[in-house]
């Protein structure tokens, strides 16, 4: 059973324009929520994260928001760029879990067009 | 510049051989993680250790081993008892703390023959 969804396998959006990834889960357990960025032939890149204690966080051009009610996350890239063409990926972690351990969503592709 | 290494970037294996996929970290890491990606899914948890000569099966250890000798290593072992293993690996790795994210090496695509 799947505890962290990501629910669209792609998403194709203008440049300039606002990207917003989502991303649903199951277990109340999770404390920390992540986004990670993933090329081609790469290993994912960390981007951001939330703690469960707040409901927004940003860095730059990037906002992570947590919905703990809904259990609903959301990684809002505005404006989107091509660059930030790369598939992502949400990971949740619970503290009362083995320590450091995360389980990863199915990523999402975003295609940022010129 | 500290990271995680990953060798080889790509591996062939025949069928009915052991393969060992190594994972350097120069970051002083506790923590050390093993994920396998298969096309349209997310990472999935192979094996980790927190510690040296400690460490534990994830989801899907079952056709792996691993060997933490050394806080820098944390290699991989593919064996013949692994039925579907072409796939790529990803090694990771944290302080051990759980408010830090991990860190990705490159990984390193397994095929077989």
Partial sequence: DQQVKQNSPSL????????????????????YFLWYKKYPAEGPTFLISISSIKDKNED???????????K???LHIVPSQPGDSAVYFCAARSSGGSQGNLIFGKGTKLSVKP | DGGITQSPKYLFRKEGQNVTLSCEQNLNHDAMYWYRQD????????????IVNDFQKGDIAEGYSVSREK?????????????NPTAFYLCASNPGRVSQPQHFGDGTRLSIL
């Fill in chain 1, 12 to 31: 194709s959006v203008q440049e300039g324009r606002i990207s917003i990834l989502n991303c649903d889960y199951t277990n109340s357990m999770f404390d």
């Fill in chain 2, 71 to 83: 806080k820098e290593s944390f290699p991989l072992t593919v064996t013949s008892a692994q039925k």
């Fill in chain 1, 60 to 70: 730059g051009r990037f906002t992570v928001f947590l919905n703990k009610s809904a």
């Fill in chain 1, 72 to 74: 609903h996350l959301s």
């Fill in chain 2, 39 to 50: 096309p349209g899914q997310g990472l999935r948890l192979i094996y980790y250790s927190q």
